[in-house]
């Protein structure tokens, strides 16, 4: 074979070495480089087109380096294509405005979904595809490796070891995707230390380490004040209790973000207790460590908790609850977000969770017309896991009751995984929950997506929960009656004016709909002073002073 036609194998670890020969004047010593020198690094080392990985999570944030990303010259770097978990920061779309990026593929943007979708539709962000978590770092492995990525840990040495600490979140898939293909990884970190408290992330996976000007950004995103849950709620979670928990013998399960799941939390040791419940549901959870939790582990409940990531003030409880969380050899949380999101898709006997809008048949949506919020890990945790194997007393009931299941595989037994909505018929200024069409429909059109953006689809669903009762939806036989059963339990919104009293009595003697009465819930009992916790100051007695709530949550 003559030389000419040899072909090269190595093309991406050359380039890398080009890359970080131009810059190796900005390094110090070991991987260290000037937080001064910022700018500079990324210039040196990001090319135009480059897929670029920023992380930003549900709460930390590699916020300086978002920052620098967004002063690079536009005219030598851009067209990134951006792949990242969560747009959470203003910086997180400065880069687009600016130029210096063009499309975006990603999960999740909160507080600036508004923002998001004013981009995408005047053509100054071209949006790739919006993910599940697990969804987005599988990609990572495939069409979406990271040319660069930028990361954020607590410490570095001068080396390169990082320790993520409480909040590691999405950094380890992040970084091994990046560095085993021949990528360039730079950790922004709060400080640079002889000796990392604990090693997260080898030197070895790791080229740059820069010591930020200040702590990186951390957002309390899992902490519910237990005096805003309404007596509503408190109803809401009793019929989760029994209706759901107790019926099926919840063992393994996650709960959503929301004032509806952490009322069911502090429920666990007044109402579960008197239910006789405890041991027998709500033993193992993936979940961030929420604070109203902390009544329940400390009645007895909880076996094991695997967490996404940390949560503010928790640092200590946590770390002393060893039996309960995972706790590396330092003392502290291990949190990792991969893992953790494929224990709710697999492990997970149930996920329960709100949402913004739920359509007559059953599909729900936290997007609206102008509002690209993304869907983060709920569809993996809110979905029927088709790869699951392992049995359990919840998914096999659960299967059994599936009214479809002998048309979809014929007699064979197979279980289902319980996917609850909880949401009240109204919700914030008289806005219906329950609607003939989800405001997705309009987001598709206004944001050119293929299809509209639907975080639980209804064959997956099992169960929707509101003021009015429970629609077991899994166990009809039919659209028609899954229809019917949810108009039963949508209240005074334009779908459950629809509903016929004569349906909903038939639905009720099948048990496909349950009121509290056929609960045998005493609706006068079901207000606030059900709860093991009913403020912030209680939560810090439960923990026996353990738990150090941010500022913005004591009142006294």
């Not at 495939?142 to 999405?170: C, I, W």
Request: aromatic residues 8%.
């Amino acid at each position: 074979m003559e030389q000419e036609n040899v072909k090269v194998w190595d093309t991406l670890k050359r380039d890398k070495e080009e890359r970080i020969g131009q810059v190796k004047n900005l390094v110090k010593e070991g991987k260290v480089v000037a937080a001064k020198d910022t700018v500079a690094l990324l210039e040196g080392v990001i090319k135009p087109g480059d897929k670029v990985n920023l992380e930003g999570n549900n709460q930390k944030q590699a916020d300086f380096l978002a920052d620098c990303l967004c002063k690079v010259d536009p005219k030598k770097i851009y067209d990134l294509h951006m792949v990242q978990s969560v747009i959470a920061l203003k910086s997180h779309l400065d880069v687009f405005e600016k130029g210096i990026a063009k499309k975006l593929d990603y999960s999740f943007s909160g507080t600036q979904a508004g923002r998001l979708a004013e981009f995408v539709k005047d053509g100054k962000l071209e949006l790739g595809s919006i993910h599940t978590y697990l969804e987005l770092f599988a990609r990572y492995y495939a069409d979406l490796v990271p040319r660069v990525a930028l990361v954020v840990a607590f410490e570095a040495d001068k080396e390169g070891n990082l320790y993520t600490g409480f909040n590691t979140e999405d950094t380890p898939v992040i970084v091994e995707a990046t560095a085993f293909k021949q990528g360039i990884v730079i950790a922004q970190v709060n400080k640079i230390v002889d000796k990392v408290t604990r090693v997260d992330i080898p030197a070895g996976w790791i080229d740059f380490v820069i010591e930020s000007p200040k702590p990186f950004y951390i957002e309390p995103l899992f902490t519910r004040d237990p005096a805003l849950i309404t007596d509503t709620q408190v109803l809401m979670a009793m019929m989760a209790i029994k209706g759901v928990y107790g019926e099926y013998g919840v063992q393994s399960l996650n709960h959503g973000l929301g004032f509806f799941t952490a009322a069911i939390e502090l429920l666990l040791p007044t109402y579960g207790e008197e239910l006789g419940l405890k041991g027998k549901i709500c033993s193992y959870f993936a979940l961030n460590p929420h604070p109203t939790m902390i009544p329940a582990i400390e009645s007895g409940w909880v076996k094991n908790m695997h967490c996404f990531g940390g949560e503010l003030g928790m640092e200590e409880y946590v770390s002393a609850r060893s039996d309960v969380f995972f706790i590396g050899p330092d003392g502290t949380l291990r949190s990792n977000r991969a893992y953790s999101q494929a224990a709710g898709h697999y492990a997970m006997d149930m996920f329960i969770g709100g949402t913004l809008q739920i359509d007559k048949y059953g599909n729900s949506s936290t997007a609206t017309a102008n509002r690209i919020s993304g869907f983060g890990g709920a569809p993996n945790m809110g979905c029927d896991a088709k790869g699951r194997r392992h049995s359990s007393e919840a998914w096999l009931k659960c299967g059994k009751e599936y009214g479809l299941q002998e048309e979809l595989i014929g007699n064979l037994p197979r279980g289902k995984k319980l996917v609850v909505q909880m949401q009240e018929t109204f919700k914030e200024k008289l806005e219906p929950t329950f609607v003939e069409e989800l405001d997705a429909w309009k987001l598709q059109k206004n944001a050119n997506l293929d299809m509209p953006p639907i975080m639980i689809y209804s064959d997956d669903l099992t169960h929707i929960i509101t003021e009015v009762g429970i629609a077991y939806v899994h166990k009809c036989t039919d659209m028609k009656e899954k229809m019917a059963a949810i108009r039963a339990v949508a209240g005074y919104t334009e779908i459950g004016m629809q509903a016929d009293e004569k349906e909903t009595e038939a639905l009720r003697k099948k048990g496909i709909v349950k009121t509290p009465e056929d609960l045998g819930i005493d609706v006068s009992r079901a207000n606030r002073s059900m709860l093991a916790a009913k403020n912030i100051k209680e939560l810090v007695e439960w923990s026996g002073g353990l738990y150090n709530p941010p500022a913005k949550f004591v009142n006294w």
